[in-house]
C-alpha cells in the first residue's frame, strides 16, 4: 500500500535516533540501573593459570566468611544434571569428524585459560562475595601452555584436550584445489603473503551483566541479561545445558551499551547465576568488571594466513589459494567455527573474478579466550587478505593498485565467486571510479611532496570490500494496535545500539500511513516477541524489515477486510491511503484507528470474536544481501618517532536502499572506526610463556581516540537488493571489513620507499619505528 502524496515518507528521510532521548539524558536502562534492593551478588573465581590441573577445591574457610550463602563449583553442577556449553556452529564440513570438547560452567578437572571460572560464589553483598572468592583455596598443578598459535599447531605441543591430536580442532577445506594448483604453475606472476589476522577484545561500553530470578508460581527462571539473540541463548540454555522446556526460562534484554557480536552467545555464568536463583528462590546479580570481561568475553579474529594470487601476463587474476591457521581458544565457543570457514569462505574474493579459489583452514586450541564472532566474523579477515595480496601484485607488477582492482573487478551480474557464492548485482566499478574522485587521487603526489618538505612519509591506500550480509535465515514480526491507541512493533531482531526504535516505525509509518510517533517498539524479550533470532551478520533490516512488511500487509489486509463489511463496500473496491479506507464513490471513510476499535468490540464484528487488529508473518528468507563499496585513506609517518596521522578517509559504498542515511552514515562510522583500531592499536597480547593477559586492560589495551580520527568522507550510492521488499543491504559491519586493509595499504605506501611491502597489524607507532630503522 502506497500513502498518498500528500504525506511525507518516512523511508529514505534521516531521522535522529528516537531512542537517543533518553540514551544522552541518562535514563536510559542498563542491567546496573536495574533495582538492587533485596538481591543477592553473585562473583566468579577465576582461574589464575592458563593450563593446569584441579587437585582440589576447598571451601571450609570460604564457607565461614560472613554474608556468604552458598558457591557452586563443578562438582555440584554436575550433580544437577547440568550439560556443558553447546557450539552451535559444529556442524560445519570437516575433514575429520570436529572435536568438540565439553565446556562446563565452571572448569572441571582442569583450567585452560586465564579468566576460565572455577568457582561462582553467591553473598549479601558485592564485598562480601569478592572476599569469599579469595578464601577459595584451590589447589593447582601447573601445566606447559600453549598460547601462541603457531606454537599450539607444531608438532610436540603440549595437549590441551586429549581427544584433540595436535591440538586440532577442525579441517575445513572449500574449493577446487587441482584447479588453483594448476593456474598457480603456469601463472606469469604468483605473489605470496603471510599475514597475521590480530586478535582483539570487542570492548562494548557496558561489560556483561546479569539478573535471575525464579518464579515458583510459574515454574520459571527469568535471566535478565546485556545482550542480544535472547530466543537463541534461552533455546541453547534450555536444550543443551539444563534440559528443560523452553518456556521455563524467560529471558529479557534492557537497553544494551554495546555488544557487536560477542553477546550474542551464552556464557558460562549465566548458569550457576540461574541454577542459584532457583535453589535459593532470590534474586541475584553478577555483573562483570572491565579487567574480568577481557579475560572472559569472547574474543576475535587470531588467525594466521599464507595466501598465494597467480595472475596472467596482462595481471588478470587466475587463480586464490588461502591456507589459514584459526586460533578456537581453549573452547569451541557458541558460533567459533563457523567464522574463519563458511562465514569467511562466503566473501573470498572479494569483488574481484577469480576462476579458482581453494580454501583450506585448521582451527587449533589454544590456551586463551574462546574466540566467536565479532563486527563481520570471518568477511573482515577475507577481504583483508584479498585486499593486501591485490596491493602487493600492483607493486610487484608495477601497475597502479587502482588499475589492477579495475582490470579485475566482478562487473556484470549476476556473477558466481571461486567458491560458488553468487552474487546478485552490484556497482563495483562504479564504487572504485567515484572513489578516486571522491579522494582527490590526482591531487595526492602533491599532497605527498608537501608532506615530504616537513619531514614526513606520507602514503595512500585503497581498498575494495564485498561483505556477504545474511545472518539466521528467516525472522517473525507482529504489528497490533494496542488499547491505549498505540501501534506496537515486535520483531524478533534486536538492537544493540543500531536505531531499530526508529528505522523499522519508519518502515510501518510509510506502509499504514500514520505518524512515526503513534508506534511502539518491543524487543528482546521471549515472551513478548513470539520467535527471533538476533541481529548478527548484519541481518536486521533485511531480515527483520521483510518480516515486519509481511507483517504489515497481513494487518492491513485484515483491515481492509473489516473496513469493507463495515463500510457495506466490496474489499477490492476500497482505496487506502493516509492510514484510512475509503470508497471512492462518496466521503465515507474509516481510519485503522477506527477499524482497530471495531474489531476489540464483539458488537461491531457482528457477535463474533474481537481479538482486535494485527498482522503477524514469519518470514524464510535464506538470501544473501552484498553490501560493498571501495575506501581511501591518507596517512603521514613522523620519520623520528614512527607515529602514524591519518589525515583523510573516504568510503563510496552500496547499501541498496537507505531506510534512513543518517543512521546508515552513523553505523558505517562505528565500524570504520573499530577497522581503523585493529589495524594501528587494538592487540590483545598473552604472555608466550605462562598465558597470561598482557594487554588485560585499557591500561594497556588501546582503543582509537577521537584525536586518531579525521573527518570522514562518506558518499553513498546504491543498488539496490532485488533479495528483499526493502531493497536493503545490512551496514552494520561494513566498516570494520573494510578499514583495516585501506589503513594498512596506506601506511606501507608511506614506506615502500625503505622496500617495505607488509607490516602486520596493529601498525604501532613502534612497529613502524623499528621498520624505518630496518630501512
Known amino acids: 500500500m502506497t500513502p498518498s502524496a500528500a504525506r511525507a515518507k518516512e523511508c529514505g528521510r534521516s531521522r535522529r535516533r528516537v531512542e537517543d532521548l533518553r540514551f544522552v539524558t541518562g535514563t536510559g536502562t542498563y542491567i546496573d540501573d536495574l533495582p538492587a534492593e533485596g538481591q543477592l551478588v553473585g562473583h566468579v573465581l577465576r582461574a589464575p593459570l592458563a593450563h593446569a590441573r584441579i587437585l582440589g577445591i576447598d571451601l571450609t574457610a570460604a564457607s565461614a566468611m560472613p554474608g556468604v550463602v552458598r558457591i557452586y563449583t563443578a562438582a555440584d553442577l554436575l550433580a544437577e544434571g547440568i550439560g556443558p556449553l553447546p557450539c ?76 584433540a591430536p595436535g591440538n586440532v580442532a577442525f579441517r575445513y577445506r572449500r574449493g577446487d584445489a587441482a584447479a588453483v594448483a594448476g593456474a598457480l604453475a603456469r601463472a606469469a606472476h604468483v605473489v605470496t603473503l603471510e599475514l597475521d589476522n ?54 529479557v534484554t534492557p537497553d544494551v551499551g554495546g555488544g557487536f557480536g560477542p553477546k550474542n552467545i551464552p556464557y558460562p555464568e549465566y548458569v550457576p547465576l540461574l541454577l542459584a536463583a532457583r535453589d535459593l528462590r532470590r534474586e541475584i546479580r553478577w555483573i562483570s568488571d572491565r579487567s574480568e570481561d577481557f579475560l572472559s568475553t569472547a574474543q576475535a579474529r587470531a588467525n594466521r594466513t599464507r595466501a598465494s594470487l597467480a595472475l596472467d601476463a596482462e595481471g588478470r587474476f587466475l587463480a586464490l589459494e588461502v591456507e589459514t591457521l584459526a586460533d578456537m581458544g581453549a573452547y569451541l565457543s557458541a558460533l567459533g567455527p563457523a567464522i574463519p570457514t563458511t562465514s569467511a569462505a562466503n566473501a573470498m ?117 564485498l561483505e556477504t550480509a545474511r545472518g539466521a535465515p528467516g525472522e517473525w514480526a507482529r504489528v497490533r494496535f494496542e488499547p491505549g491507541g498505540d501501534v506496537s512493533i515486535a520483531i524478533g531482531t534486536q538492537s544493540n545500539g543500531q536505531g531499530h526504535e526508529t528505522t523499522f516505525p519508519q518502515i510501518a509509518a510509510d506502509r499504514l500511513g500514520l505518524p512515526l510517533e503513534a508506534f511502539r517498539f518491543v524487543q528482546g524479550d521471549t515472551r513478548s516477541v513470539a520467535k527471533g533470532k538476533g541481529h548478527g551478520g548484519a541481518r536486521s533490516l533485511y531480515q527483520g524489515g521483510a518480516a515486519l512488511v509481511a507483517a504489515l500487509d497481513d494487518l492491513l489486509a485484515k483491515a481492509r477486510a473489516i473496513a469493507a463489511r463495515l463500510l457495506q463496500a466490496s474489499p477490492e473496491d476500497l482505496a487506502f491511503a493516509d492510514g484510512a479506507f475509503s470508497t471512492g464513490r462518496d466521503s465515507r471513510r474509516l481510519t485503522l484507528g477506527e477499524i482497530a476499535e471495531a474489531a476489540s468490540d464483539p458488537e461491531q464484528m457482528g457477535g463474533g470474536p474481537a481479538p482486535g487488529l494485527s498482522g503477524e508473518a514469519e518470514t524464510t528468507l535464506d538470501a544473501i544481501t552484498f553490501p560493498n563499496g571501495c575506501h581511501v585513506a591518507e596517512v603521514e609517518i613522523d620519520r623520528e618517532t614512527g607515529e602514524i596521522a591519518l589525515t583523510r578517509y573516504c568510503a563510496v559504498d552500496d547499501y541498496g536502499t537507505l531506510v534512513n542515511p543518517l543512521l546508515t552514515e552513523g553505523q558505517l562510522q562505528g565500524g570504520i572506526v573499530q577497522g581503523i583500531g585493529q589495524a594501528i592499536c587494538e592487540h590483545t597480547a598473552y604472555d608466550p610463556a605462562s598465558g597470561q593477559l598482557i594487554a588485560g586492560s585499557f591500561m594497556d589495551y588501546r582503543l582509537p581516540r577521537a584525536a586518531d580520527i579525521p573527518d570522514l568522507e562518506i558518499v553513498f550510492q546504491g543498488v539496490p537488493s532485488a533479495s528483499n521488499p526493502l531493497g536493503v543491504k545490512g551496514v552494520g559491519q561494513a566498516g570494520a571489513i573494510a578499514a583495516p586493509q585501506t589503513i594498512v595499504n596506506a601506511v606501507v605506501d608511506a614506506l615502500a620507499c625503505l622496500g617495505v611491502t607488509h607490516l602486520d597489524m596493529p601498525i604501532t607507532s613502534e612497529a613502524v619505528w623499528r621498520a624505518l630503522r630496518s630501512g
Open 88 to 163: 552451535v556452529a559444529a556442524g560445519i564440513p570437516s575433514v575429520d569428524p570436529i572435536r568438540v570438547p565439553p565446556h562446563h560452567a565452571l572448569a572441571h578437572e582442569r583450567v585452560r585459560h586465564v579468566g576460565e571460572p572455577v568457582a561462582f560464589v553467591v553473598a549479601d553483598s558485592f564485598e562480601a562475595a569478592r572476599d569469599t572468592a579469595e578464601a577459595i583455596d584451590v589447589s593447582y598443578d601447573d601445566l606447559p601452555t600453549a598460547v601462541l598459535i603457531e606454537d599450539a599447531a607444531a608438532e610436540g605441543a603440549e595437549q590441551i584436550w586429549p581427544d
Open 349 to 465: 574474493g572479494g569483488v574481484y573474478a577469480i576462476p579458482a579459489v581453494h580454501l583450506a583452514v585448521t582451527g587449533i586450541y589454544t590456551n586463551t579466550v574462546p574466540i566467536d564472532a565479532y563486527r563481520g566474523a570471518g568477511k573482515p579477515e577475507a577481504n583483508y587478505l584479498i585486499e593486501r595480496l591485490v596491493d602487493l601484485a600492483a607493486r610487484r607488477l608495477a601497475i597502479a593498485p587502482c588499475e589492477l582492482r579495475r582490470r579485475n573487478i566482478v562487473s556484470s551480474f549476476p556473477s558466481v565467486s571461486g567458491l560458488g557464492i553468487a552474487i546478485e548485482r552490484g556497482a563495483f566499478a562504479a564504487n572504485l571510479d567515484r572513489a578516486a574522485t571522491v579522494s582527490d587521487a590526482a591531487g595526492f603526489p602533491a599532497r605527498r611532496e608537501e608532506a615530504a618538505r616537513r619531514g614526513r612519509l606520507a602514503g595512500r591506500g585503497l581498498a575494495c570490500f
Open 198 to 251: 590480530n586478535r582483539v577484545v570487542a570492548a562494548p561500553l557496558e561489560p556483561r551483566g546479569a539478573i535471575a530470578r525464579y518464579d515458583a508460581a510459574e515454574d520459571r527462571l527469568l535471566l535478565t541479561l546485556s545482550g542480544a539473540s535472547v530466543h537463541d541463548i534461552r533455546d541453547q540454555l534450555c536444550a543443551d545445558v539444563f534440559r528443560v522446556a523452553p518456556d521455563r526460562l524467560h529471558v
